[in-house]
């Protein structure tokens, strides 16, 4: 079965450098989700989508923004990027519709500040 | 706003003896409860789920949860650990919500399990 598609899985940028992650989500899914891992850490919710539009916010920096697109694809964008940052970032999708509430997550994006 | 503990940071146990973590929620109304297993570096594994219906829920590796409504708790038991099982584990509840739109999941801290030879 199709699973949610992270790119790319390791990225290395330099401080004030700008990142952009990908999200694939499993096809008929219309939410997608970001998560932030720091090393040691829980994942800790960033932002959500549903039907193209931001449904919810974390935790997310004014450093960061992120859209879905018209094929409910999702970008994650990381702007003058700190040591902080360095984390993994997983993306998460799930259908609408009254379901069980699972979320499907990817294998995550490594992101390394240097 | 749900919200998830896991009072207990690491735990030892010996191979072969069994697991229990423990787990509490916040949250209004019945929620959506998960266990994931997450090794170093990987990815999220879902081990088990609950969302109505049975109390005890059965996942795999051998993982089961019991949801106690009155003590607010979705413990995770094994019976046996292998060593195999040495990983972080995670508490997630999440919200019921209407048609529409999906909730977010909220995790715990995380209880990181070791296993003595």
């Known amino acids: 079965a199709a699973g949610v598609i992270q790119s790319p899985r390791h990225l290395i940028k330099e401080k004030r450098e700008t990142a952009t992650l990908k999200c694939y989500p499993i096809?008929?899914?219309?939410?997608v989700y970001w998560y932030q891992q720091g090393p040691g850490q829980d994942p800790q919710f960033l932002i959500s989508?549903?039907?193209?539009?931001?449904?919810d916010k974390g935790s997310i920096p004014d450093r960061f923004s992120a859209q879905q697109f018209s094929d409910y694809h999702s970008e994650l964008n990381m702007s003058s990027l700190e040591l902080g940052d360095s984390a993994l970032y997983f993306c998460?999708?799930?259908?609408?519709?009254?379901?069980?509430?699972?979320?499907?997550f990817g294998e995550g994006s490594r992101l390394t500040v240097l | 706003a749900q919200s998830v503990t896991q009072p207990d940071i690491h735990i030892t146990v010996s191979e072969g003896a069994s697991l229990e973590l423990r787990c509490n929620y916040s949250?209004?109304?019945?929620?959506?409860l998960f266990w994931y297993v997450q090794s170093p570096g990987q990815g999220l594994q879902l081990l088990l789920k609950?969302?109505?219906?049975?109390?005890l829920v059965q996942g795999i590796k051998g993982f089961e949860a019991e949801f106690k409504r009155s003590q607010s708790s979705f413990n995770l038991r094994k019976p046996s650990v292998h060593w195999s099982d040495a990983a972080e584990y995670f508490c997630?509840?999440?919200?019921?919500?209407?048609?529409?739109?999906?909730?977010?999941?909220?995790f715990g801290s995380g209880t990181r399990l070791s296993i003595r030879p």
């Open positions: 989508f549903y039907e193209k539009m931001q449904s």
């Open positions: 096809p008929r899914h219309d939410t």
């Open positions: 997630a509840v999440g919200a019921r919500k209407g048609y529409s739109s999906a909730s977010k999941i909220i």
């Open positions: 998460a999708s799930s259908p609408s519709g009254r379901g069980t509430g699972e979320l499907f």
């Open positions: 609950y969302f109505s219906g049975d109390t």
């Open positions: 949250y209004g109304a019945t929620p959506y």
